[in-house]
């Protein structure tokens, strides 16, 4: 007698199956020479500490009261938010020209929530963006679409996709149009510290001038290249991969409004359209070098490797891509969040926190640590009492934990899933994931959910991955199981365990899963002096 399985039944079955960073860290001090003993440390320092008034550069901003180190997309969006909010902020960015980038051109629909909720949703408007409502995925010549779960939101809530250089001066402009919010070209250089707080930076105007500037809060968001995070973090930075980027023109992708994602061998292949006339492709080349552009390794790599495997749809359109030769590359930085708590300064963006772009969730990521950080400052008047400021700006770090772990979480285990491997457990991974979201049902919704960042639950992210590796069992074994068929099926579980927990281990169990009972969460406002003379 032969039991036959549903696909549906099996996967909701497999669905509901549960099973499960606190690093101590320091603070590097650097000592001070004596007032006569010798010149003042170089520009590659990023933390120097002072004692009042011993800089001997102009001092500018001393009544205002944040600093922000970077406008991209989250010191533009935190400038104008903070700013609405009535705060003096002084906006230092390196370079205020429009940018073109490869890397932050997708917007996720939970991003889109947060834009919305931040008031910053037109900054969408005028730069040719184009909705999209879901993916399309590819493999071994089979292919189908996952669509966002939008039926609940207002007609317009959908993901964007658009030149990331032309959103970014949106938010600029949006923000410098406020009285009390002022952006400045210039480069920081270091933090300014003052007996282990931070009191402000040192930076460089575009004309070469060495400023100090003063404010009670700094918030540093200068990108994944950032040079001032060594003294607020631990940074443990990974490149599992590079981008290499196209654009294909004057085509429309096979499913219209959709991203299209190729499980392609050895790594996956993005393809997205940034404005009404062209397509970003993006080719994922696992490594941290990819060939080189210059004696056109690159390019015979793009036609010989990766081209057979592109939609017949694309194939010219991508192979005129590459002879047009306008080829960019672009590292692929992951960085869980490990911060040090310091006195008058915060970290956000990139600086902050990084996960494998191929989800496009590093935005959501940063709108939604914005929204926090606002609702956390809003009831205070008085930023200028740094170390209990910081004591409760660290319920920042908690609470933006479920959402920031679950995007990037599932950006980690979802790039391992998708590029190939020799391994036969993760090749049946692989297939099975795919077979899974093609199932339908909570089986498409629920990882297309998180995926759009609509619902960033960890534990629904744990109970599909591993839903995922047993209905990879559950196909191996169904209808008569092998003992070469349930070892194949423990090394998928196995294999899944191996993927998923360092993930989740680097992002903090507790925090990710169980941040109600870490005592910052429960963190409430700093009652200064001038709060209490309200209250009476």
């Given at each position: 007698?032969?039991?036959i399985?549903?696909?549906?039944?099996?996967?909701?079955?497999?669905?509901?199956?549960?099973?499960?960073?606190?690093?101590?860290?320091?603070?590097?001090?650097?000592?001070?020479?004596?007032k006569?003993?010798?010149?003042?440390?170089?520009?590659?320092?990023?933390?120097?500490?002072?004692?009042?008034?011993?800089?001997?550069?102009?001092?500018?901003?001393?009544?205002?009261?944040?600093?922000i180190?970077?406008?991209?997309?989250?010191?533009?969006?935190?400038?104008y938010?903070?700013?609405?909010?009535?705060?003096?902020?002084h906006?230092?960015?390196r370079?205020?020209?429009?940018?073109?980038?490869?890397?932050?051109e997708l917007?996720q629909?939970?991003?889109?929530?947060?834009?919305?909720?931040?008031?910053l949703?037109?900054?969408?408007?005028?730069?040719?963006?184009?909705?999209?409502f879901?993916?399309?995925?590819?493999?071994?010549g089979?292919?189908?679409?996952?669509?966002?779960?939008l039926?609940?939101?207002?007609?317009?809530?959908?993901?964007?996709?658009?030149?990331?250089g032309?959103?970014?001066?949106?938010?600029?402009?949006k923000?410098?149009?406020?009285?009390?919010?002022?952006?400045?070209?210039?480069?920081?250089?270091?933090?300014?510290?003052?007996k282990?707080?931070?009191?402000?930076?040192?930076?460089?105007?575009?004309?070469?001038?060495?400023?100090?500037a003063?404010?009670?809060?700094?918030?540093?968001?200068d990108?994944?290249?950032?040079?001032?995070r060594?003294?607020?973090?631990?940074?443990?930075?990974?490149?599992?991969?590079?981008?290499?980027?196209?654009?294909l023109?004057?085509?429309?992708?096979?499913?219209?409004?959709?991203?299209?994602?190729i499980?392609?061998?050895?790594?996956?292949?993005?393809?997205?359209?940034?404005s009404?006339?062209?397509?970003r492709?993006?080719?994922?080349?696992?490594?941290?070098?990819?060939?080189?552009?210059?004696?056109?390794?690159?390019?015979?790599?793009?036609?010989?490797?990766?081209?057979?495997?592109?939609?017949?749809?694309?194939?010219?359109?991508f192979?005129?891509?590459?002879?047009?030769?306008?080829?960019?590359?672009?590292?692929?930085?992951?960085?869980?969040a490990?911060?040090?708590?310091?006195?008058g300064?915060?970290?956000?963006?990139?600086?902050?926190?990084?996960?494998?772009?191929?989800?496009?969730?590093?935005?959501?990521v940063a709108?939604?640590?914005?929204?926090?950080?606002?609702?956390?400052?809003?009831?205070?008047?008085?930023?200028?009492?740094?170390?209990?400021?910081?004591?409760?700006?660290?319920?920042?770090?908690?609470?933006?934990?479920?959402?920031?772990?679950?995007?990037?979480?599932l950006?980690?285990?979802?790039?391992?899933?998708?590029?190939?491997?020799?391994?036969?457990?993760?090749?049946?991974m692989?297939?099975?994931?795919f077979d899974?979201?093609?199932?339908?049902?909570?089986?498409?919704?629920?990882?297309i959910?998180?995926?759009?960042?609509?619902?960033?639950r960890?534990?629904?992210?744990?109970?599909?991955?591993?839903?995922?590796?047993?209905?990879?069992?559950?196909?191996?074994?169904?209808?008569?199981?092998?003992?070469?068929?349930?070892?194949?099926?423990?090394r998928?579980?196995s294999?899944?365990?191996?993927?998923?927990?360092?993930?989740?281990?680097?992002?903090?169990v507790?925090?990710?899963?169980?941040?109600?009972?870490?005592?910052?969460?429960?963190?409430?406002?700093?009652?200064?002096?001038?709060?209490?003379?309200?209250?009476?």
């Amino acid at each position: 007698m032969s039991i036959i399985l549903d696909n549906y039944t099996l996967c909701y079955m497999l669905t509901f199956l549960v099973g499960s960073f606190l690093f101590l860290f320091s603070l590097l001090l650097l000592w001070r020479k004596e007032k006569h003993g010798g010149g003042e440390g170089g520009d590659d320092m990023d933390v120097g500490e002072v004692s009042g008034d011993e800089w001997p550069e102009k001092v500018v901003g001393s009544d205002d009261d944040i600093i922000i180190v970077g406008a991209g997309v989250a010191g533009s969006a935190l400038a104008y938010t903070l700013g609405k909010d009535g705060r003096r902020v002084h906006v230092i960015e390196r370079d205020l020209t429009e940018q073109d980038r490869i890397v932050g051109e997708l917007l996720q629909p939970g991003g889109y929530l947060k834009l919305i909720e931040l008031g910053l949703e037109d900054c969408v408007n005028e730069i040719d963006a184009q909705r999209v409502f879901g993916y399309a995925l590819y493999m071994d010549g089979k292919n189908t679409r996952l669509s966002y779960p939008l039926e609940k939101y207002h007609s317009d809530v959908a993901g964007r996709s658009f030149h990331n250089g032309r959103f970014i001066q949106r938010m600029r402009d949006k923000a410098a149009s406020l009285p009390n919010v002022r952006m400045e070209q210039g480069t920081v250089t270091s933090l300014l510290e003052n007996k282990g707080t931070v009191e402000g930076v040192r930076y460089k105007t575009k004309n070469g001038q060495e400023l100090s500037a003063y404010a009670p809060l700094t918030i540093v968001c200068d990108g994944c290249f950032s040079n001032l995070r060594r003294s607020l973090c631990d940074p443990k930075v990974d490149v599992p991969s590079c981008f290499v980027g196209l654009i294909l023109e004057n085509i429309d992708l096979p499913y219209i409004n959709h991203g299209h994602v190729i499980l392609a061998n050895p790594s996956p292949i993005l393809f997205y359209k940034i404005s009404s006339t062209e397509i970003r492709c993006l080719v994922d080349v696992p490594g941290q070098k990819v060939p080189s552009v210059s004696n056109g390794e690159l390019a015979h790599y793009l036609k010989t490797v990766v081209a057979p495997q592109i939609p017949p749809e694309l194939y010219k359109s991508f192979v005129s891509a590459i002879d047009k030769g306008n080829i960019k590359t672009m590292p692929n930085r992951s960085m869980p969040a490990n911060p040090h708590p310091t006195p008058g300064a915060l970290l956000l963006g990139d600086a902050f926190n990084m996960r494998h772009p191929l989800t496009g969730g590093g935005m959501t990521v940063a709108l939604s640590d914005i929204v926090l950080i606002r609702d956390l400052l809003r009831p205070l008047h008085d930023l200028h009492d740094a170390s209990t400021l910081c004591k409760y700006l660290e319920s920042f770090y908690t609470l933006r934990k479920p959402v920031a772990s679950t995007i990037n979480t599932l950006a980690g285990a979802l790039y391992k899933v998708f590029c190939a491997s020799p391994d036969k457990a993760r090749q049946e991974m692989r297939s099975a994931c795919f077979d899974y979201l093609s199932l339908g049902g909570i089986c498409s919704e629920g990882p297309i959910s998180l995926l759009s960042g609509l619902n960033p639950r960890p534990l629904s992210l744990f109970l599909h991955f591993f839903g995922v590796a047993i209905y990879g069992v559950g196909r191996l074994c169904i209808p008569f199981p092998s003992p070469k068929r349930m070892w194949l099926g423990a090394r998928v579980i196995s294999g899944a365990s191996g993927i998923i927990f360092p993930i989740i281990k680097s992002e903090g169990v507790r925090q990710m899963f169980f941040p109600a009972t870490i005592p910052a969460y429960y963190r409430t406002p700093p009652i200064t002096n001038q709060s209490k003379e309200v209250l009476l």
